[in-house]
Nanobody, 121 residues
């Protein structure tokens, strides 16, 4: 089992950058695929990006491709989401999730509580 906690959210102007972190507990973090999702007010949660257990593969939603980068440091039990060229439509609560079986975590996997990102125009 793994417990994940997101941090790094905040208020930023359009065009700016933020880096989110997701710290995980447990000695088996390196076995988990990790993903980032977001949910804007009044909308369903959507996939942002994911990274395989060893960092060898990454996947992104079209809406963030070229602007967001996922990375992980297994020695620190942490996964990162570097967000550049932020847009007001990136405003959402961002969630980190961990999965042993699926590269893109599913609802039944391990989820954090989320961190708010607000992009002002």
């Amino acid at each position: 089992q793994v417990h994940v906690v997101e941090s790094g959210g905040g208020l930023v102007q359009a065009g700016g950058s933020l880096r989110l972190s997701c710290a995980a507990s447990g000695r088996t973090f390196s076995m988990y695929h990790m993903g980032w999702f977001r949910q804007a007010p009044g909308k369903e949660r959507e996939f942002v990006g994911a990274i395989s257990w060893n960092g060898g593969s990454t996947y992104y939603a079209d809406s963030v491709k070229g602007r967001f980068t996922i990375s992980r440091d297994n020695a620190k039990n942490t996964v990162y989401l570097q967000m550049n060229s932020l847009k007001p439509e990136d405003t959402a609560v961002y969630y980190c999730a961990a999965s042993l079986l699926s590269v893109i975590p599913r609802p039944g996997d391990y989820w954090g509580q989320g961190t708010q990102v607000t992009v002002s125009s």
